[in-house]
């Protein structure tokens, strides 16, 4: 049976891996180099296909087929990149530059549905939940993302879109979006937009693990002004996502899935918002950490 090879691009690291087989993910190779996305497009190519020999030169495998995690979408009609955050990808070929480069079939997909894939089929999901059929992979950090995992497939929409919770309208106290509209999930329950929040009412900058904790202490009516902003929208966004998906489980990864009260107090907010007289959704935290991207990379092959 052939090894599975995954590569997570990412704006700052680029990581590549083989595993043994979905049944058994051990890994074979793993190798992270340094993307170094301001020199742009051709040299991120270029990084690539240096990887891909790397880690090809120390194993004596060649892949016959690479699936790719990326910090934005493939669009289906197009076939060019669009939503990406490293920006130089925007309007690209990436899959058919990459086929042409390394000379195999490429499959890619976002990170988010990597994320979520990975979780799902050897991660937390598996182990704490087997037998879910529908999960959401959450994103809460820098941005806000999803990822939709049915039967053990990503799911990926007709637009390349599924999953893209962060940029659904919340409120229009979140302000304008990158995106270009105004008052998007992102904008007011990403890890920035919560530190921004705190900062309008302080003028003063400090990381969202410090205002977590002066929440916590009860010392600071300001940083408990922001978690309690936190709670509630998370739970009002959350509870469309159920409404609409009905999922079986979401994984919460990013750096705000770690915040403990996401998974009671948050909770506590989704039920006063689904459209059900109670909540059966599971909510995990992920298993795989910093792997689960290129992991789910992997899987798509």
């Known amino acids: 049976m052939d090894k599975l090879?995954?590569?997570?691009?990412?704006?700052?690291?680029t990581e590549g891996v083989i595993i043994e087989s979905v049944e058994n993910p051990e890994i074979i190779f793993r190798?992270?180099?340094?993307?170094?996305?301001?020199?742009?497009?051709?040299?991120?190519?270029?990084?690539?296909?240096?990887?891909?020999?790397?880690?090809?030169?120390?194993?004596?495998?060649?892949?016959?087929?690479?699936?790719?995690?990326?910090?934005?979408v493939l669009d289906?009609?197009?076939?060019?990149?669009?939503?990406?955050?490293?920006?130089?990808?925007?309007?690209?070929?990436?899959?058919?530059?990459?086929?042409k480069i390394l000379?195999?079939?490429?499959?890619?997909t976002?990170?988010?549905?990597?994320?979520?894939?990975?979780?799902?089929?050897?991660?937390?999901?598996?182990?704490?939940?087997?037998?879910?059929?529908?999960?959401f992979g959450v994103?809460?950090?820098?941005?806000?993302?999803?990822?939709?995992?049915?039967?053990?497939?990503?799911?990926?929409?007709?637009?390349?879109?599924?999953?893209?919770w962060g940029h659904n309208f919340l409120d229009s106290s979140g302000g304008p979006c990158y995106c270009g509209k105004t008052g998007c999930v992102e904008t007011i329950i990403s890890g920035p937009a919560l530190q921004n929040y705190y900062k309008s009412l302080t003028n003063n900058?400090?990381?969202?693990?410090?205002?977590?904790?002066?929440?916590?202490?009860?010392?600071?009516?300001?940083?408990?002004l922001t978690i309690e902003r936190l709670l509630e929208y998370f739970g009002k966004a959350m509870a469309n996502v159920i409404n609409i998906l009905d999922p079986d489980v979401i994984v919460l990864g990013g750096g705000l899935g770690n915040i403990d009260l996401l998974y009671n107090e948050g909770i506590e907010c989704i039920k006063k918002h689904v459209f059900n007289n109670r909540l059966?959704?599971?909510?995990?935290?992920?298993?795989?950490?910093?792997?689960?991207?290129?992991?789910?990379?992997?899987?798509?092959?």
């Not at 090879?5 to 690291?13: A, E």
């Not at 976002?110 to 037998?131: H, R, S, T, W």
Request: hydrophobic fraction near 35%.
């Open 5 to 13: 090879w995954g590569i997570d691009l990412g704006g700052t690291k």
């Open 31 to 72: 190798k992270r180099i340094p993307t170094e996305s301001e020199k742009g497009y051709e040299h991120i190519l270029d990084r690539i296909f240096e990887l891909v020999k790397m880690i090809s030169t120390n194993t004596g495998i060649k892949p016959k087929k690479i699936g790719f995690g990326t910090p934005g």
């Open 76 to 99: 289906p009609c197009t076939q060019t990149m669009k939503n990406c955050n490293t920006t130089c990808l925007n309007g690209r070929p990436l899959k058919n530059d990459l086929e």
């Open 103 to 108: 000379g195999i079939p490429c499959v890619i």
């Open 110 to 135: 976002n990170d988010a549905n990597c994320f979520a894939l990975a979780e799902a089929v050897i991660g937390a999901v598996k182990e704490k939940v087997p037998g879910a059929r529908i999960i």
């Open 139 to 164: 994103i809460m950090g820098t941005g806000v993302g999803g990822g939709i995992v049915v039967d053990g497939k990503a799911l990926y929409g007709c637009q390349g879109i599924a999953g893209e």
């Open 205 to 224: 900058n400090i990381s969202l693990d410090e205002i977590v904790n002066r929440h916590k202490s009860q010392k600071d009516k300001n940083a408990s």
């Open 280 to 301: 059966e959704t599971v909510f995990l935290k992920p298993k795989l950490g910093d792997s689960a991207g290129v992991f789910g990379a992997a899987l798509l092959v």
